[in-house]
């Protein structure tokens, strides 16, 4: 299995500009998570989708934010307008919950710079 | 709320043995994760531990208090490759969400 495939790997974009990062999960998996991570707060879940339906975005910062995932395969996380303060490393995780797994897999991570 | 604990910064020397402590204080629990992440990557799957008692894979060992809201994980026979952050993470009731702690960065010296 190629594991969580996320693009792209690194993106620098000004301020004001749109940003899509895409996420591919695990075949199988069900359940799909973005999580931000910066220095200062460490690992924080922005929004969840079981079955492409959205669960819970409480973790989403803010309006500019938005993520959708249209089938099984495939999710996006834009970012309208970006800000500096956006700046961090963006991962998407995947898991199934068949057979009582449990484990989440992380992608490898979208590093996000806004100047 | 959610509110996780780990120590920040940890030093150990090749070949000992390391615990890194987790505390939580959670709205709900439904189980506990640790994870792995070197420097420039993404978190990989550790252990994971529901019930009390300990669980031993390899060199690693985790352990989990439910009561005290207390977890720890254990690193044997350092290598200078177990160099990395740790999470310790709790699921919540529904069994969807994990809430991670800040993370324990390891540095193994020879």
């Known amino acids: 299995d190629a594991g969580v495939i996320q693009s792209p790997r690194h993106e620098v974009t000004e301020m004001g500009q749109e940003v899509t990062l895409r996420c591919k999960p695990i075949?199988?998996?069900?359940?799909l998570f973005w999580y931000r991570q910066t220095m200062m707060r460490g690992l924080e879940l922005l929004i969840y989708?079981?079955?492409?339906?959205?669960?819970?975005d409480s973790g989403m910062p803010e309006d500019r934010f938005s993520a959708k995932m249209p089938n099984a395969s495939f999710s996006t996380l834009k970012i309208q307008p970006s800000e500096p303060r956006d700046s961090a490393v963006y991962f998407c995780?995947?898991?199934?919950?068949?057979?009582?797994?449990?484990?989440?897999?992380f992608g490898p991570g979208t590093r996000l710079l806004v100047l | 709320g959610q509110n996780i604990d780990q120590p920040t910064e940890m030093t150990a020397t090749e070949g000992a043995i390391v615990q890194i402590n987790c505390t939580y204080q959670t709205s709900g629990f439904n189980g506990l994760f640790w994870y792995q992440q070197h420097a420039g990557e993404a978190p990989t799957f550790l252990s994971y531990?529901?019930?009390?008692g300990l669980e031993e894979k390899g060199r690693f060992s985790s352990f989990l208090s439910r009561s005290k809201g207390y977890s720890y994980l254990l690193l044997k026979e350092l290598q200078m490759k177990d160099s990395a952050s740790y999470l310790c993470a709790v699921k919540d009731n529904a069994g969807n969400m994990l809430t991670f702690g800040g993370g324990t960065r390891l540095m193994v010296k020879p």
């Open positions: 075949s199988g998996h069900n359940s």
């Open positions: 531990n529901v019930l009390d």
């Open positions: 995780a995947s898991r199934t919950t068949s057979g009582g797994a449990e484990t989440q897999y």
């Open positions: 989708f079981n079955n492409n339906v959205p669960i819970d």
